[in-house]
């Protein structure tokens, strides 16, 4: 009954099928509050005759239970569901932050008066009331903000598997990972007014990479959550996904970059395969150190120095080839010094 891509639920569907087993995905939906009451929203997919079994036992849990179509089609409902509410969110924070910097209205009188018309919603009321007008968004009993970045990248990859793409939906994602990187991420998602309240703040541009297949597997790692495109093409060797900011254009830049641990750090080589010139991205961490790295699933906010000790360096570097032995066949195609640098969590 949890929520996962689409994919996998067919996936187990299958491979249940194939030993005989029924299989049913049955995700569900409202508060914390309507789990404890029983009162759920579930969203099931799988056979008829297997959801006609199940509904009784599903009673006992909700009061909408829903046969949305085969498996898989519970978990597209309800990652529907979720991107809808948090683009709802995200356009009702923007409503209230226009309404408190201009001082045209206050804000209470705005969400009061959308609740009488046309823009009335359950999340307006709930999420919007509740959370977003009294600034409140705890972290104990409720939707954390890094719970619906996973199910934005679920609803993403669904999307892109059709051969869509979804430009609210994307913002939306990337606003709540903002939202993480600001110290939210364990906070309930409305926090993301936060982010969007902050004087002065501009949304950057995301500028993808030129070359076709950083960018293509920087989409597949990102838009599946951190579940797919995780290794360097057929090598099978893991990559981090490195979110930084363009030296000259100020713009977000994604790269992808072998996988080198030293404890709670990574450490980020410049090899370009032994170009005789730094990859560009040295230059913007150089400028503008502050990055945030997804490892798989895990998005983290660090903060990167380049290493000029040459005792530490020679440690990271034994690191670094021990991840990727080409790194020391780079090191001796160029005359320059590979840069060096070690990402460190920001406080």
Request: aromatic residues 6%.
């Amino acid at each position: 009954m949890s929520t996962t891509p689409v994919a996998l639920a067919r996936e187990l569907g299958h491979a249940f099928a194939g030993l005989g087993v029924d299989f049913a995905d049955a995700p569900v939906a409202r508060t914390a509050q309507a789990a404890r009451d029983g009162t759920l929203s579930i969203m099931v997919g799988a056979d008829g005759a297997v959801f006609e079994r199940l509904r009784s036992y599903l009673a006992c849990m909700g009061t909408e239970i829903t046969h949305c179509g085969p498996v898989g089609a519970g978990q597209a409902v309800k990652l529907m569901n979720n991107m809808v509410v948090a683009q709802t969110v995200v356009a009702l924070a923007e409503a209230m932050a226009v309404a408190r910097a201009s001082g045209a209205v206050d804000p209470r009188v705005l969400f009061e008066t959308l609740a009488k018309g046309s823009a009335d919603s359950f999340v307006l009321r709930n999420h919007g009331m509740k959370s977003l007008l009294p600034d409140a968004h705890p972290t104990q009993g409720a939707f954390p903000t890094s719970y619906i970045i996973k199910d934005l990248s679920y609803a993403l990859a669904l999307a892109e598997s059709a051969g869509l793409t979804l430009e609210q939906a994307t913002t939306t994602r990337r606003l709540m990972e903002r939202t993480a990187a600001a110290g939210y991420r364990h906070h309930y998602y409305t926090a993301v007014s936060r982010v969007i309240a902050r004087e002065g703040e501009r949304m950057p541009e995301y500028i993808p990479s030129p070359r076709q297949w950083v960018r293509e597997q920087v989409e597949l790692y990102e838009g599946s959550g951190g579940t797919q495109g995780t290794t360097l093409r057929d090598t099978g060797l893991p990559v981090i996904i490195v979110t930084h900011t363009g030296k000259k254009t100020g713009a977000i830049r994604k790269t992808p970059l072998m996988r080198v641990k030293d404890g709670a750090n990574y450490v980020l080589v410049g090899s370009m395969g032994g170009a005789p010139t730094n990859p560009v991205w040295v230059y913007n961490l150089r400028e503008r150190p502050d990055v945030e790295i997804r490892d798989h699933t895990a998005v983290q906010p660090m903060r990167v120095r380049e290493v000029s000790d040459e005792a530490e360096r020679a440690r990271l570097w034994k690191l670094a080839v021990a991840a990727f032995p080409p790194y020391e066949e780079y090191q001796g195609k160029t005359s320059r010094r590979i840069p060096v640098f070690v990402a460190e969590p920001r406080a």
